[in-house]
């Protein structure tokens, strides 16, 4: 099946067989590899994108039901001169990842957060990152980063 993504702004058509995953489209069809797997069972978290400014596990999204839309990854939101996002640079300077493999997946179900509660307070951001899992930050600086890139003072 001819899928057509536009994924970070770049439009990407290819033939994949019907049942390609958006998570395998975008790190093996189209080379956004910051995308991970993780569980490949919605369970993580790790391979959260934005789908339209939605977050989605892209794990649980066939490929062919994004085609036609836009996908934003890890690597989409950086500026083009090489700037952070703010969700980015507040994880940076939070100490927001340790081993980083859910990192990617945390920033994106982030910046979805802030978008839909751009002043969020620290249980609305745990309750809004709850379907991400970290085995390593215990949640204490990933919180923090968000306040922090909603421009709120952190608290420690």
């Known amino acids: 099946m001819k899928v057509s993504i536009e994924v970070n702004g770049r439009p990407v058509t290819e033939e994949v067989p ?14 956004f590899t910051g995308t ?5 069972t919605t369970s993580c978290g790790a391979c959260t994108v934005l789908l339209d400014g939605e977050s989605v596990k892209s794990c649980t999204v066939l490929a062919a039901q994004a085609d036609g839309h836009a996908v934003t990854t890890v690597e989409g939101l950086a500026e083009p001169d090489g700037s952070l996002h703010p969700v980015q640079r507040a994880f940076r300077e939070q100490h927001g990842l340790q081993c980083g493999f859910c990192t ?6 982030s910046v979805s957060l802030l978008n839909d509660n751009p002043k969020p307070t620290r249980d609305e951001v745990r309750a809004g990152l709850e379907g991400n899992l970290c085995r390593c930050t215990g949640y ?3 919180v923090s980063a968000v306040i922090d890139a909603s421009g709120q003072e952190v608290d420690r």
Do not use: S, W
Request: glycine share 10%; aromatic share 4%; charged share 20%.
């Open 36 to 40: 991970n797997i993780g569980c490949d």
């Open 140 to 142: 204490h600086n990933i």
């Open 18 to 31: 019907d049942r390609t995953l958006l998570v395998h489209f975008l790190r093996d069809t189209a080379g």
């Open 104 to 109: 990617p997946g945390m920033i994106m179900a």
